[in-house]
Nanobody, 122 residues
């Protein structure tokens, strides 16, 4: 599986962005998928995850109520809608996927995409 993330950019605090992650491969619809981020000088951290069916989602506490993860398996794409953005959301955002359970995706995903930079100005 190859993952291609897009949608990053510069936005003011309080604004919104939608990230997209398009996957290659006919079996992506059976993969758990998610988003991670890495801020300058910090370790990469989990942001959000979604099961292969879309029925189950999980979020980091720092983004609950502001970010929404969704997927369209017909388009092999996972989305991250980010609202009420804060300067501390500034980071490179990476999408990830794993053919196993959501818990595996959250800890050690098998596949990573390249990052897309999100910058939130104050």
């Amino acid at each position: 599986v190859q993952l291609q993330a897009s949608g990053g950019g510069l936005v003011q605090a309080g604004g919104f962005l939608r990230l997209s992650c398009r996957a290659s491969g006919r079996t992506f619809g059976r993969y758990a998928a998610g988003w991670f981020r890495q801020a300058p000088g910090k370790e990469r951290e989990f942001v959000a995850a979604i099961s292969w069916s879309g029925a189950t989602t999980q979020y980091a506490d720092s983004v609950k109520g502001r970010f929404t993860i969704s997927r369209d398996n017909a388009k092999n794409t996972v989305y991250l809608q980010m609202n009420s953005l804060k300067p501390e959301d500034t980071a490179v955002y990476y999408c990830a996927a794993d053919p196993k359970a959501l818990v595996v995706l959250i800890t050690t995903p098998a596949y990573w995409g390249q990052g897309t930079l999100v910058t939130v100005s104050s």
